[in-house]
């Protein structure tokens, strides 16, 4: 008998077949049985217990056939497929919870030609199909790749044992070869639906191959992405194996592990501490980085002292200012005698700080000899305007991370000089004296006084740039003074953008007086005496000037002075 069937591709193949017989259906799920092959199935529902009990009850013969979708409990014709495998039941048994186990073997190949109407069951008319003869040298050259193939995913699938590789390598068989072979590899149901559905060896055996070319391949990728996730996990654990171990050796010499107690005070501190939006979120960053590190880590040590810094800096913490005007000019005079030129500049911008609530930092320059009061006259600043005083001598600075910091690659990284005085100094508004500024030397580390430019410009020093911080840091609140010797070793950039203020050598008078009010007193208490036990007229004074003492300020007077109260 010959029949013509259009298979699933839409390809007419001429089917042979023997006979047709009646067989009761069993639908599967999620299996496709195929011929040779033995497999267990746990049955439940009603209809199929009723085909098998039929079954045993006759011949037991039975037509296994896959359904297309294993979800569906009670599946239509429709919804089954029609080819499937002819099969033997060896074994039936009832189990406790209703179900039934049934040991079947496929023994041939079949397709539906038509359902049976029956009330309890599906019964389907079926006819065997006889596959046909192959043989020659493409068959033998595609049997041994399947043997070698089949090796490879057996070293690779620890569910395939060796008995079973020694079992299919011993088939001679074509047809039984494929389908022995098949039914061990984990296929999707469609990909093996296609094998059960492939009538010629030759062909059957082709895309055999090809199957298990890919599962080789799928599995040898999934080998490597354990390999890689093992390592993976065998490396974090060690690391935390070693971390809880540290700690425990910690614990028993007394140390307490105060890490974590770090970390939230840490958080405490940035939550509270007022700083610019840029800085806030860089110390919430460093934060999260510190929280992954290991607290023995080199790199946690230096994140650490980078929050440290950030939170000790005084963004916007700043001394009140006096505006009282005639109090101000009352200290300056109480301190120095003369230099009217600079306290009456002072006292300028006191009174235009009175007026408007915000002005530019203004940035003077004292010029003078040696001993004429420059650093002296700025620490009265200071007292004088009710703010803190911080000096900074750049004599001899030849380097221009001094001034801008080092960048924390570099191992023992600091901010530069002017960050670290401000936080000693605990204020956003202190007058800084910058001392000696023309003494500044360049070489091959860079040209601080170029640094400086920024520093001294109020158009940009409201957004320094430290290399350590790397956050802009407002410097335009400050009351930058600088003093120098001479003018011509500055650079004429620099110079433009100071205010300079010349401080001329005093006159005889001007020494007479400031002997008088200011160095008797302060060398009798130096040197543990009284204004009482000592008695310098005018004459005396003038004596000491003219005749030992030739300079435009008066140290030297103020040595020779010392010298008369320690000889009384």
């Known amino acids: 008998m010959f029949g013509i069937n259009r298979n699933k591709d839409n390809k007419r193949d001429d089917i042979r077949s023997c006979s047709s017989i009646v067989l009761p259906l069993l639908p599967l799920r999620d299996i496709v049985v195929m011929p040779h092959m033995v497999a267990p199935l746990f049955v439940g529902r009603k209809r199929s217990i009723r085909a098998l009990e039929r079954a045993m009850g006759v011949n ?33 048994l009832r189990l406790p919870d209703g179900t039934v186990k049934a040991l079947v073997e496929g023994k041939a190949r079949g397709i539906i030609d038509h359902y049976l109407p029956h009330p309890d069951f599906f019964q389907v008319e079926v006819q065997q199909l006889i596959e046909p003869e192959v043989s020659g040298p493409e068959v033998e050259a595609l049997r041994r790749s399947i043997y070698s193939s089949f090796e490879s995913y057996a070293k690779l699938n620890k569910k395939i044992t060796n008995d079973m590789v020694v079992a299919i390598t011993n088939i001679e068989d074509p047809s039984q070869l494929a389908d022995t072979v098949a039914s061990h590899l984990t296929l999707k149901l469609e990909d093996k639906q296609k094998l059960l559905e492939t009538l010629s060896p030759l062909k059957r055996l082709e895309k055999l191959l090809g199957y298990i070319n890919a599962e080789i391949e799928i599995i040898q990728v999934e080998q490597r992405i354990k390999n890689r996730v093992k390592k993976q996990m065998e490396k974090n654990q060690r690391e935390y194996y070693l971390n809880e171990q540290m700690r425990a050796i910690q614990k028993e010499m007394g140390e307490k592990d105060d ?17 610019s939006r840029e800085a806030n979120a860089k110390a919430r960053n460093e934060l999260k980085k510190l929280k992954l590190m290991s607290p023995m880590s080199a790199e946690a040590t230096v994140v650490r002292n980078y929050i440290d810094w950030l939170l000790s800096l005084p963004w916007y913490e700043k001394s009140k200012s006096k505006i009282d005007i005639d109090e101000a000019a009352r200290i300056l005079d109480e301190d120095h005698y003369g230099l009217e030129k600079p306290k009456e500049r002072i006292l300028e ?61 570099y191992i023992g ?59 802009d840091y407002d410097l335009s609140e400050i009351f930058f003074i600088t003093t120098a010797n001479t003018l011509h070793s500055i650079p004429a950039p620099l110079q433009d953008r100071m205010e300079i203020i010349r401080l001329a050598g005093y006159t005889e ?33 003038l004596f000491i000037i003219r005749r030992y003492t030739k300079e435009a300020g008066v140290r030297n007077l103020e040595r020779e002075i010392a010298s008369i109260c320690r000889k009384v």
């Open 413 to 471: 990284a600091l901010p530069g000089k002017i960050i670290q005085m401000l936080r000693k100094a605990k204020t956003n508004n202190p007058v800084f004296c910058l001392d000696e500024v023309d003494k500044m030397s360049v070489d091959f580390r860079g040209d601080p006084s170029a640094a400086l430019l920024e520093v001294l410009d109020p158009e940009q020093n409201y957004a320094f740039n430290d290399h350590y911080l790397d956050v």
């Open 259 to 275: 890490f974590k107690r770090d970390l939230q005070d840490l958080e405490r501190r940035i939550k509270r501490k007022r700083m």
């Open 349 to 409: 911008y006191l009174a235009v700080q009175a007026l408007v609530k915000k002005i530019k930092g203004p940035i003077l320059c004292f010029v003078g000899p040696p001993g004429v009061g420059k650093t002296s006259l700025a620490r009265s600043i200071a007292r004088a305007t009710n703010r803190n005083f911080i000096r900074l001598s750049l004599g001899g600075v030849r380097d221009e991370a001094e001034i801008r910091g080092h960048r924390r690659t």
């Open 509 to 541: 008078f001007d020494k007479l007086n400031i002997a008088k009010q200011f160095l008797i007193k302060k060398q009798c208490e130096a040197n543990g005496i009284t204004l009482d036990n000592i008695e310098l007229p005018d004459d005396s004074i």
């Open 60 to 92: 037991k013969q039975i037509f296994l056939a896959a359904q297309k979708q294993a979800n569906q409990d009670n599946p239509k014709e429709n919804d089954i497929y029609r080819w499937g495998s002819i099969a033997t039941i060896l074994q039936l």
